[in-house]
C-alpha cells in the first residue's frame, strides 16, 4: 500500500482492488496548504474542525466516517476508537468535540490515524487498537500532541513505522511547533524525507522508524 501525505492531518491511502482512504481533508483558507483536489472511496474525520473536516474537498466518496465504530469497506476494515478530546487534566466542555482514532486494515496491514490526540490514550483505547504497524501521529502541539507527548504514545503503541503531521511547516497558517522538536525527542540527527510511502509486510522494520513525508500538493 501506498501512503501520501497533503499537509496538516491529510493522507490518503492507496492499494490496488481495495477502497482508497482519505484521512482529514482540511480548508486550506483557514489552515493553509494546497487547496485539495483529491478523490477516494473513503473519507475519515477525527473531529467537528476546519482542519479536518471539509469533506466536500473530497470528490466520488461514498463513505464518510466521521464516529467510533467497525466498517468494512471495499475490502478495508476501517475501526473507529473515540478518545476523549478535552486534553489531559481537563474536562471536557460542551461543545468540545471528542477525537476519533482510526484503525485502516489492508489486508493485514494497519495503519493507524491518531487524528487530534490531545492526550496519552486510556489503556483501553490501546487494547481496542490492535497491533498497528504504521502510526500517523500529530507532533506540534495546537491542540495535538506536542513531541515529548507524541513519543510517549509511540512509545506505548509501538509501531513498526512512523509519520509525523500536525507540525509547523511554510505552508501552514496556524501556530504550531516545529518537526525538528520531534525529531529530537526521538533520538534522531537529521530529518530525511521522501514524498510518500510504500508499505509491505516483509518491508516492515523490527524497531519503531520514523518517516518524513513532503506535504504533495493534490
Known amino acids: 500500500m501506498e501512503i501520501t501525505w497533503y499537509g496538516h492531518s491529510c493522507f490518503r491511502l492507496t492499494e490496488r482492488n481495495y477502497a482508497t482512504v482519505v ?12 487547496a485539495l483536489k483529491l478523490k477516494s472511496d473513503i473519507v475519515t474525520v477525527s473531529h467537528d474542525a476546519p482542519g479536518h473536516n471539509n469533506v466536500d474537498a473530497v470528490k466520488g466518496a461514498s463513505h464518510v466516517i466521521d464516529g467510533a465504530g467497525e466498517f468494512e469497506i471495499g475490502g478495508v476494515f476501517v475501526t473507529g476508537v473515540s478518545t476523549d478530546g478535552g486534553g489531559a487534566g481537563k474536562k471536557k466542555g460542551k461543545g468540545s468535540p471528542n477525537n476519533t482514532i482510526y484503525v485502516f486494515d489492508y489486508d493485514g496491514i494497519t495503519v493507524a490515524h491518531l487524528g487530534d490526540l490531545k492526550q496519552t490514550p486510556t489503556q483501553s483505547e490501546i487494547e481496542s487498537l490492535g497491533t498497528i504497524n504504521v502510526a500517523l501521529v500529530p507532533v506540534g502541539g495546537g491542540g495535538g500532541l506536542n513531541a515529548a507527548k507524541a513519543a510517549e504514545v509511540i512509545s506505548l503503541i509501538e509501531p513498526n513505522l512512523v509519520i509525523p503531521m500536525h507540525y509547523s511547516t511554510p505552508a501552514v497558517k496556524l501556530s504550531l511547533d516545529s518537526l525538528s522538536k520531534f525529531v529530537k525527542e ?24 520514523v518517516v518524513v513525508l513532503e506535504y504533495q500538493a493534490s
Open 186 to 209: 526521538m533520538g534522531l540527527s537529521k530529518e530525511e524525507t521522501q514524498p510518500s510511502l510504500k508499505v509491505t509486510r516483509s518491508g516492515l522494520p523490527s524497531e519503531t522508524h
Open 23 to 34: 484521512t482529514d481533508p482540511f480548508d486550506n483558507k483557514s489552515i493553509g496548504y494546497s
